[in-house]
């Protein structure tokens, strides 16, 4: 059984940080590309970024370029994404998801398998 189980969200204040893990189960990280997608309060969900399983190659929205990274660990079959000098618009459930790996997008279309989120709130 496919599974993703996002963690490590949590209440911070602006300008500190946040590391999610995204623990896949059911398959390998090399079999998908993977995204990390976010929604805030009343607002569509938006691609955040995506890291390639072929060559490990990243992409990230513009408004996360420079303070958040994403990568895996095929060891512990588990993507991160690193979250620093967190905003308060950075507030929302964090969710990561698969795709097969044919192109690295944040086209959510092209995104199947969904985990069940993780709660991140910025603020002072």
């Known amino acids: 059984q496919v599974q993703l189980v996002e963690s490590g969200g949590g209440l911070v204040q602006p300008g500190e940080s946040l590391r999610l893990s995204c623990v896949a189960s059911?398959?390998?990280?090399?079999?998908?590309?993977f995204g990390w997608f976010r929604q805030a309060p009343g607002k569509e969900r938006e691609g955040v970024s995506c890291?390639?399983?072929?060559?490990?190659?990243?992409y990230y929205a513009s408004s996360v370029r420079g303070r958040f990274t994403i990568s895996k660990d095929n060891t512990k079959n588990t993507v991160y994404l690193q979250m620093n000098n967190l905003k308060p618009e950075d507030t929302g459930v964090y969710y990561c998801?698969?795709?097969?790996?044919?192109?690295?997008?944040?086209?959510?279309?092209?995104?199947?398998?969904w985990g069940q989120g993780t709660q991140v709130t910025v603020s002072s």
């Open positions: 059911g398959f390998t990280l090399d079999s998908y590309n």
């Open positions: 890291i390639s399983t072929s060559d490990g190659s990243t």
């Open positions: 998801a698969t795709t097969l790996p044919l192109q690295l997008s944040l086209n959510q279309g092209y995104y199947h398998n």
